[in-house]
């Protein structure tokens, strides 16, 4: 492919070539796989690194404990505002399509062993604090590695000037850490070709007729949740949609062909830092947001839960749709660092509602390409919201440099 070509356009070729091979030789095309693992491996090595380096240094950045604070509270709140719109979204598609209509229930996937069906806060909370930062960077473990990166950097912004050799060195891998994703990122289209040929190829006839209608329904949901996101920029940011859009398409391609926001990451944060967000509010709120600000996963989670209830025979009232509002607004956020983070959340919730979660198996044949298009929809509100942020904290196109820290 042509260098001067856009990488966005080389992602969407590579996808279309994977549609391409995955359906007319399917055989080959199952045999891919390989391909799309290795970038996928690759974009991970470099996630801990960089979040633990891009965390740190943010928080060092912001100054003081009160203006952390104050940046904490507006990520939180966009965070709570957008999953909650997201929530009622899904449940109103569902009273207005009934996808679930005519659908006989029959559990046909498998459920994984040992599946959480609730949220142990006392053991959520335990969990951000790491016994062994090097063992739970080893694990993947993002969320110990968030609060040991806001705790480090809070320590080092309090020593002053004795910080510096400190800062010098994950400066250094921060950046470094970005070149590096400039090579593996080089290597996406061929990933993504290898992704998409394997999805067509061995999931193929479930994406085209499985649960065609539950699927239709949660991209409208979708498109929905993109219009409000395209209505937030142009009323409340004085930031063009057509232009952000645009700008983040490479990660957008990325999520969607991949169905993973950790892959995103790097490309979306040196983007955004290009574009007029400073790396203050760009280091902490994304990261951040990869683990709590699932816009996407929120709507489909709610629609699906309201559809196996449909499913079942169940009558959702007022009351039963307070439920699924109240739990997903809490699970999706205590399941953060759960593996399965969707299925426990839907497991959650059924079991609040007395329902078995055995039904979440009749949506297990067409997740993967629900998961596509949620996971972009979870990347592009992560843009949202640290635009949204910066500018509330009034540093909206502004470099770290030009932000004049008030005195304390």
Known sequence: MSKRMPLWMQILIGMILGV????????????????????????????????FAAVTLGVV???????????VTKAFFW????????????????????????????????????????VDWVQFFLDLIPVNIVEAAAGGKILPVIFFAIAFGLSLGAIGDKAKPITNFLESLFQAMFKLTEGIVAFAPIGVAGVIAWVMATQGSNVLFGLAKMVGVLYIGLAVMLVLF??????????SPMQTFKKVLEPLLLAFTTASSEVTLPVHMKILEQNGI???????????????????????QALAVSFLAEAYGIELSLASKLVIFGTLLIASKGTANVPSASLVVMATVLTAMGMPIEGIAILV????????????????????????????????????????????
């Open 230 to 239: 395209w209505f937030f920029l142009q009323f409340f940011s004085a930031i």
């Open 61 to 71: 950045k912001i100054g003081d404990l009160r203006r952390f604070g104050s940046l």
């Open 79 to 118: 965070f709570f505002t957008a999953t909650g719109v997201a929530i009622v979204i899904g449940i109103l598609l569902n009273d207005i399509f009934h996808p679930a209509t005519g659908v006989a229930l029959k559990a046909t996937g498998a459920i994984p062993k040992n599946l959480h069906t609730s």
């Open 365 to 408: 044949g067409v997740d993967r390409f629900m998961d596509m298009g949620r996971t972009a929809i979870n990347v592009l509100g992560n843009t949202v919201a640290a635009i949204m942020v910066a500018k509330w904290e009034g540093v909206l196109g502004k470099t770290d440099e030009e932000i004049d820290l008030p005195p304390v």
């Open 278 to 300: 400073p790396n203050r509010v760009v280091s902490f709120v994304l990261p951040l947001g990869y683990t709590f600000n699932m816009d996407g996963s929120a709507l489909y």
């Open 20 to 51: 391409i091979i995955g359906l007319v030789l399917p055989q080959f095309g199952a045999k891919l796989k390989p391909l799309g693992d290795a970038f996928i491996r690759a974009i991970r090595m470099i996630v801990i690194p960089l979040v």
